[in-house]
């Protein structure tokens, strides 16, 4: 059973940063080590779908890449620490619209559907305002 636990998120005035992170533990059922899993980030606005907003993975070579949605493109970079197995999600420049719960999630590759990730964060709570 692999656990994410998540940490950060808050209050911030439009144009401010915040750092989420989200720590991986135990097993993945399909024998993946966590270091190889792809990790996404998610997040849920009041009366919308979850939407995906990053991620990272490794290839079969070992290099990491990365993907993101476009609307959080040069604001937001994701990285992962495998020494803690943590993945990180830097947030600059943010803006009323990323008011949200944002969710972690791990699955074996980076796929954009929410079905394809078998494990979640319990949500993090990010409001931008002034």
């Known amino acids: 059973q692999l656990q994410l636990v998540q940490s950060g998120g808050g209050l911030v005035q439009p144009g401010g940063s915040l750092r989420l992170s989200c720590a991986a533990s135990?097993?993945?059922?399909?024998?993946?080590?966590?270091?190889?899993?792809?990790i996404r980030w998610f997040r849920q606005a009041p009366g919308k779908e979850r939407e995906g907003i990053a991620c990272i993975s490794v290839d079969y070579g070992g290099t990491y890449t990365t993907d993101y949605l476009d609307s959080v493109k040069g604001r937001f970079t994701i990285s992962r620490d495998n020494v803690n197995n943590t993945v990180n999600l830097q947030m600059d420049n943010l803006k009323p619209e990323d008011t949200a719960v944002y969710y972690c999630?791990?699955?074996?590759?980076?796929?954009?559907?929410?079905?394809?990730?078998?494990?979640w964060g319990q949500g993090t709570q990010v409001t931008v305002s002034s």
């Open positions: 999630a791990a699955g074996p590759n980076c796929n954009w559907n929410l079905s394809d990730y078998d494990y």
């Open positions: 135990g097993t993945y059922f399909q024998d993946l080590a966590i270091q190889d899993l792809a």
